[in-house]
């Protein structure tokens, strides 16, 4: 069973950085791409980054591109969010998900971490 467990949120102001982490356990050929998702109140669930675990694949949301960086350890079993330029539409609550194939889509991915908030103040 794979297990994604997300740690590293807060509250920051604006232009503030923060690096979210997500361990994963128990990982199958299904839990090759990992990705990040937020979600804020009252708003769909939206995907904001993704990568392998070789790392040599990653892909991004418009809004985030060129601010956050996804990575990853393979050792480790652990993927990386680093959140730059932080800006109060970037507040929600942010979830690692594992998946067999790389997807924008929440139903892309079977296997979902408990989620971590992250609030920006202006």
């Known amino acids: 069973q794979v297990q994604l467990v997300e740690s590293g949120g807060g509250l920051v102001q604006t232009g503030a950085s923060l690096r979210l982490s997500c361990a994963v356990s128990?990982?199958?050929?299904?839990?090759?791409?990992i990705s990040w998702f937020r979600q804020a109140p009252g708003k769909e669930r939206e995907f904001a980054a993704s990568?392998?675990?070789?790392?040599?694949?990653?892909y991004y949301a418009d809004s985030v591109k060129g601010r956050f960086t996804v990575s990853s350890d393979n050792a480790r079993g652990s993927v990386y969010l680093q959140m730059n330029s932080l800006k109060p539409e970037d507040t929600a609550v942010y979830y690692c998900?594992?998946?067999?194939?790389?997807?924008?889509?929440?139903?892309?991915?079977?296997?979902w971490g408990q989620g971590t908030q992250v609030s920006v103040s202006s």
């Open positions: 128990g990982r199958t050929f299904g839990s090759r791409y």
């Open positions: 998900a594992a998946g067999g194939v790389p997807g924008r889509r929440p139903s892309s991915y079977d296997y």
């Open positions: 990568t392998n675990w070789s790392g040599d694949n990653t």
